[in-house]
């Protein structure tokens, strides 16, 4: 388990594809099912997607894209088209006429604090190439898209799941992504395997002596090699992750302060409860009410375009 593996552990793909439209000029579909995650993949063809903001980038066939949410966005063939402009054409599979665009696109819910810390480090809309050769499965998925087979929906969310997290890593790994500290210290002989520990266990009662163990080196070395990567402490990252796990954990059901305690690494809900505070600025039944509240208000994100 790394960090990576955390924040995308919540990110699944369940019944949110949009579907495979077969595109013919001119057309324009706006997406509006508030999506936290929007991933768009020519399957053939290509088109243009035009943020809120005006900001525009052409992706085509070979292309996968990535909308950071919420706001609407639109993928058309001419970003200088009309606003009224806006034509949805069906699912057909491989049937389309020669030239013709097909979409596939799947909306992502990104529940919970440890998600959504993946989010601060996107950009609005990223783009990047198909480097691995993905022919086959862009066949696939296409041919799933017009098949009516049983189970269809589960092969297809699994497969964008796949191609989300394999987006995302070959995004961090270029050089325009500005990739976060975290994604670069994994790579790093020192930090790498104590942030894979930590991440791992982090309900262990981890001290400076115990990660410098880990990394193999003093506790001064890694204390100082950990805060030139990471920017901060060794104990104040940990704690940082403990209270966004036990943000995620006030909000399943029949949890008490005392079990969150105890999974996040402290022997009583004193102590959690204090360090809590210290973090997120409330206690945590304040916090458990407040995202109580905030999912009872909350409309059911099922995908649409309009």
Known sequence: MDPFDDLLRGVRANGAVFGGSVLSPPWALRFTDDAFLTLCAPLRGGGWIVLADGTSRHVT??????????????????????????????????????????LMAGAYRVPGEVPRRLLRVLPPLLVVPDEHDCSAMRTYLEAQLAAGLPGRQIVVDRLL????????????????????????????EVVGPVLRAL??????????????????????????????????PPLAYLTEWRMTLAADLLGEPGTTLASVARRVGYADPF?????????????PSEYRDGAARQAAGRPDLAGRIG
Do not use: N
């Open 271 to 283: 102590g959690f409860s204090a360090a809590f505070k210290r973090v997120r600025g409330m206690s």
């Open 161 to 188: 799941d796949w191609l989300l997290v394999c987006t995302l890593r070959d995004w961090f790994d270029r050089p325009e992504a500005a990739s976060p500290a975290w994604y670069r210290a994994l790579g790093d």
């Open 61 to 102: 066939q070979g292309e996968v894209a990535i909308v950071r949410g919420p706001e609407p966005f639109v993928f058309t063939d001419d970003p200088g088209a009309p606003d009224g402009l806006v034509r949805e054409v069906s699912c057909s599979g491989a049937g389309g006429v020669d030239g013709s665009t097909v």
């Open 199 to 232: 991440h791992e266990a982090p309900d262990r009662p981890w001290t400076l002596v115990s990660l410098a163990a880990v990394a193999g080196v003093s506790r001064s070395t890694f204390a100082k090699r950990f805060h030139e990567l990471l920017g901060e």
